[in-house]
C-alpha cells in the first residue's frame, strides 16, 4: 500500500491551496483518511480525518479555513486549504488508517511522504 500525496507549494497569507493523496496497492478496504502536519521543532498533529461514511473531525485551529473530502471509488483524500495563515506553514502528511488488504486481515495505518505548504505573510 502507497499513498501519494501532492498540491503543497508556496502561497501567500489568505490564499487557498488544494492537496490530495491517492492510495494504491492490494486494499480492501480503509476506514479513515486524514492529513496531520508538522512544523519545524513541532510534533506532528491533526489537521483533519473522514471516515469512510463522511464523518469528520478537524482540528481546532482550521475549523471553518478547511475542508476534507474524500472519494472512495478513487481512495483519495482531499484537503482545500483557503484563509492560509503564516501557522500554517508546515510539512502535511496524508495518513490511511484501519487498512485492510484482504477481509480478514489485521488492519494497519500507513503515511504519505509528506508535502511542504510554505505560507509567506
Known amino acids: 500500500v502507497q499513498l501519494q500525496a501532492s498540491g503543497g507549494g508556496l502561497v501567500q497569507a489568505g490564499g487557498s491551496l488544494r492537496l490530495s493523496c491517492a492510495a494504491s496497492g492490494t486494499i480492501f478496504s480503509i476506514n479513515s483518511m486524514g492529513w496531520y502536519r508538522q512544523a519545524p521543532g513541532e510534533q506532528r498533529e491533526l489537521c483533519a480525518a473522514i471516515t469512510s461514511v463522511g464523518s469528520t473531525d478537524y482540528a481546532d485551529s482550521v475549523k471553518g479555513r478547511f475542508t476534507i473530502s474524500r472519494d472512495n471509488a478513487k481512495k483519495t483524500v482531499y484537503l482545500q486549504m483557503n484563509s492560509l495563515k503564516p501557522e500554517d506553514t508546515a510539512v502535511y502528511y496524508c495518513?490511511?488508517?484501519?487498512?485492510?488488504?484482504?477481509?480478514?486481515?489485521?488492519?494497519?495505518?500507513?503515511w504519505g511522504q509528506g508535502t511542504l505548504v510554505t505560507v509567506s505573510s
Open positions: 495518513n490511511a488508517d484501519r487498512v485492510r488488504i484482504g477481509p480478514s486481515s489485521y488492519p494497519r495505518a500507513y
